[in-house]
């Protein structure tokens, strides 16, 4: 059986009213990204999404008033993102515009017939803004002089204040990423990216001249410069044919730190991992890995004792020191103005939040900078000790706030829409239960603030990633501060919702984000879902008959196991973007894989698939996609449609034509909302 759900019915999502508040109102907080702090300190940026309109907001110092420099004003689909500053703060420059999928064509989910392209923006803190190039991920030279920026691989730059016509500097094979600039403004290094390997490259403008430092048969990344512009430092990950996905790495040939001389090009080790836990690189979340002080040392993170920890040593080698230790895990760390300290994100003492740290280069005691039971993310570094970060709590959207001698504040909570529901929202319980084969799960629990006797239709919500962490409040993604939205929407509804922090997860240590056979090697993650659903069907205030699924992406996935392995528990659900067979994934983010050749690998992520189980399938569920997304393939959803036809299986399906992954146009998420509600009020038959 097959049913079709329409895009474009406006009229459905604001029909979709709850009792209270409406999901057009729980979805209306504007929503910000990429704070970026002026190389001074004296100023920071941040993207702010209000409802599809994205635009850049600047708060400068003392005041930290925020101001708007942009004037965009329609939900386009066109990504805002890739901040960079002229050394003076009067302008940024930013990205406007996606990544080019593999036919070359920009996300383009309005359908504008003139088409889309990806460009670099300029913008005046006192002025207007203007295009400047095509490409992205612009960096901005320390003298002010020039911008430089990738388009198609290659390096572009421009003289700034602008006017000239942007020039191409490189042509080299692979792809440049990862731009640096020299202190003295006279070179550019970057990551060139040759699929098994990369190379470290250093183009110097003065000569036009192109060389690679310390080369290997590895994949070199993450260059960072020394204060003095003498030599570049780098992380090097041993290089390998064929690197499985979606598969536990807990040990391999260890990764190290390498710094080269930047015009002779000889490199030398200065610190590499033990053999096991901590072998394999893992990046901590943020755009820097490695943190060059002037003071001589270079921070980084590393996973040496199963947790990811930052460490510092001095450039010139030696063991490293701790600078943090204990059951917890590190998240954005940026360097201080003066560079003596780290200010860093983390779980510390608080399993489920995240809060702010700040701890010396050379180690010492960590200084808590907030507390309580908000989210604080995202730290930028301010001159006078100051740090801009993005808080949230259980019933208060993301924003920006500033941290000053220990007082927090907040700046754009004046932003607040009038129809925005927080006096109705919900505080989400921490709660654990155990899966099957032991492992213990964290999940937070969300119930209706007024239950009424009796049992409610429950819902699990899995989160994609899957290498990601739900937290006991708004979080600081906006994919996923969607899906926190949503959640609160359905408890409104009368639904019981069940967020899980699923095995192969962050914020648990490594051993459990590298959770054996999990993935395609054996889906073992799947056991705390299930284990999920039993935890609901045992409570009191739980109908059993009406427990559903939702999630996306890897979420996706998981939600489709459920249906596929266990329809008797799993009454229904919603699979948005979903992986259905890990063989078409693994080859559209490993393109040399081929299965026929992999027989054992192929045939263990085929039963790690929902589609292996496809004969068991009986609950109806619901299915969205876009069909430009790079992260799941379309041909995902196509297969398993064909399977569903053929066992007789009910489903629905909302398709957004030119639409991405992390869909672009809000109004794609509210359409994508309202359906799911929809669906699973059909199935699941909350109490009216």
Not at 130 to 140: F, I, L, P, T
Not at 206 to 217: P, Q, V
Not at 220 to 234: H, R, T
Not at 377 to 399: I, K
């Amino acid at each position: 059986m097959r049913c079709l759900i329409l895009p474009l019915l406006a009229v459905a999502v604001c029909s979709a009213a709850a009792p209270g508040f409406s999901l057009k109102d729980v979805m209306s907080a504007p929503f910000p990204t990429d704070l970026t702090a002026a190389p001074h300190g004296d100023a920071f940026a941040w993207v702010m999404e209000a409802e599809g309109v994205r635009n850049i907001w600047i708060a400068r110092a003392p005041a930290f008033a925020p101001v708007r420099i942009t004037s965009f004003t329609e939900d386009d689909g066109q990504s805002l993102d890739e901040l960079a500053w002229v050394p003076d703060a009067s302008a940024l420059l930013f990205t406007r515009g996606g990544n080019a999928n593999a036919r070359g064509e920009i996300p383009n989910p309005i359908l504008n017939q003139q088409g889309e392209h990806q460009e670099i923006w300029m913008a005046a803190v006192r002025g207007s803004a203007r295009k400047v190039g095509n490409g992205h991920a612009a960096a901005v030279s320390p003298d002010g002089k020039t911008a430089a920026w990738i388009q198609g691989g290659q390096i572009w730059s421009v003289s700034l204040p602008g006017g000239d016509s942007p020039a191409l500097i490189t042509q080299a094979r692979g792809s440049a990423r990862n731009l640096a600039w020299s202190p003295d403004s006279s070179r550019v290094a970057f990551s060139s990216d040759r699929t098994d390997h990369s190379f470290i490259g250093v183009y110097n403008f003065r000569d036009r001249s192109l060389e690679y430092l310390d080369t290997a048969a590895d994949l070199d990344q993450s260059p960072v410069w020394s204060p003095d512009g003498n030599e570049v430092a780098f992380i090097r990950v041993p290089g390998g044919r064929y690197a499985f996905a979606w598969g536990p790495k807990r040990t391999g040939q260890p990764w190290s730190i390498r710094i080269a001389d930047a015009r002779s090009g000889k490199g030398r080790e200065v610190w590499r991992a033990h053999e096991g836990i901590g072998s394999v690189f893992w990046p901590m979340p943020g755009s820097h890995q490695l943190l060059w002080s002037a003071a001589g040392r270079i921070a980084f993170p590393w996973e040496g004792d199963g947790w990811l920890h930052l460490y510092s040593m001095p450039v010139g080698g030696g063991s490293p020191t701790p600078l943090t230790t204990g059951g917890f895990e590190i998240d954005n760390a940026a360097l201080t103005v003066d560079g003596k300290a780290i200010v860093f994100a983390s779980n510390l003492n608080d399993t489920d939040r995240r809060h702010l740290w700040r701890v010396d280069i050379g180690g010492g005691v960590i200084t808590q900078l907030t507390k309580g039971t908000g989210i604080e993310t995202q730290p930028v570094a301010l001159a006078d000790g100051a740090v801009g970060f993005v808080r949230s709590e259980a019933t208060a959207f993301p924003r920006v706030a500033i941290a000053e001698n220990l007082a927090v504040r907040d700046l754009t909570a004046d932003q607040i829409p009038a129809a925005f529901p927080g006096a109705s929202l919900v505080t989400p319980e921490p709660v654990e239960f155990t899966a099957a084969d032991g492992i213990r799960i964290h999940a937070q629990l969300f119930r209706p603030s007024m239950t009424s006797p009796g049992r409610h239709p429950a819902v699990v919500f899995i989160h994609g990633g899957s290498r990601r962490q739900m937290l006991l409040g708004w979080h600081s993604m906006l994919y996923y501060s969607q899906a926190y939205a949503f959640n609160q929407y359905l408890t409104s509804q009368g639904y019981i919702v069940l967020s899980i922090n699923y095995r192969s997860g962050i914020g648990y240590g490594e051993r459990f984000r590298e959770a054996l056979r999990y993935g395609a090697t054996g889906g073992s993650e799947y056991a705390d879902v299930l284990a999920a659903g039993n935890y609901l069907r045992g409570r009191a205030d739980v109908d059993a008959a009406h427990v559903g699924l939702w999630g996306g992406s890897y979420g996706g996935y998981l939600t489709a196991m459920g249906l596929a392995k266990n329809s008797g528990i799993f009454a229904a659900g919603v699979d948005l973007h979903g992986v259905h067979d890990w063989n078409l994934e693994i080859t559209n983010y490993v393109p040399e894989y081929e299965p026929v050749k992999r027989q054992a690998v192929s045939t263990t992520a085929f039963q790690s698939s929902p589609m292996a189980f496809i004969s068991t399938w009986k609950s109806p569920v619901l299915l969205i996609h876009g069909d430009d997304d790079r992260n799941v393939v379309f041909s995902q959803t196509v297969l398993l449609e064909e399977k569903l036809r053929a066992q007789g299986v009910h489903y629905e399906e909302l398709i957004f034509p030119d639409e991405v992954h992390e869909f672009l146009l809000h109004a794609h998420w509210l359409q994508a909302y309202a359906a799911a509600n929809e669906f699973l009020k059909k199935y699941l038959k909350p109490a009216k």
